[in-house]
């Protein structure tokens, strides 16, 4: 059974990431599961904290749970054409201390999702996490892209999927990472 760890990179209540999140967890593929985890509790990275108190506990979780899962899936929106500083700031924090990073993210199958108001979904912001994942040694899926735009007309009220084309999609793109995450290679060049 694959286990997916993923997070929102939206603290935002009616965040369109989070929507899109928990909408994966639906998508996923029999016999495999998305665990959800928050980032909300995570404090500004300060390397000062992490010498006076060392990793808060809800960062070591995610970390724990990362290090355990087969693949983490980002769901990252896109604020002023990049990666949004609380999303960052999650990463800089579950990359503490640097000796960890080869056991939680080297070789680890990495997703990145993204949904948007604007036109052209969340491209700028996912193509600004390649060198990032890159320099953990994480190993980005490029089987394909989940560009969600416009999400205010795909997003019900309850923040349910409302277009049957993007939810397709979206179990499409989960079916891949998956697939991609238990070894074989699909869709990766």
């Known amino acids: 059974m694959a286990v997916l760890v993923g997070f929102s990179g939206s603290l935002r209540k009616g965040s369109f990431n989070a929507a899109l999140l928990r909408a994966a967890v639906a998508a996923m593929p029999a016999g495999s599961r998305l665990r959800v985890m ?19 506990a809800e960062v070591a979780a995610l970390k724990e ?3 355990a899962a087969d693949g983490l899936l980002i769901a990252t929106p896109e604020y002023n054409n990049s990666i949004p500083g609380v999303t960052k700031n999650a990463l800089d924090w579950l990359t503490r201390p640097p000796a960890d990073i080869p056991r939680v993210f080297a070789g680890k199958p990495v997703a990145l999702i993204g949904a948007s108001p604007g036109g052209f979904g969340t491209i700028l912001s996912q193509n600004a996490w390649l060198p990032v994942l890159r320099t953990i040694g994480a190993e980005l899926w490029s089987g394909g892209r989940l560009l969600v735009s416009r999400a205010g007309s795909v997003f019900d009220a309850d923040g349910a999927i ?9 179990r499409q793109f989960m079916q891949g990472f998956v697939a991609f995450a238990q070894g074989g290679s699909a869709g990766n060049p």
């Open 38 to 56: 928050s980032i909300a509790a995570f404090p500004l990275y300060n390397a000062d904290d992490e010498a006076a108190h060392g990793i808060p």
């Open 162 to 170: 409302a277009d049957a084309r993007t939810g397709e999609q979206l």
């Open 65 to 67: 749970a990362i290090a």
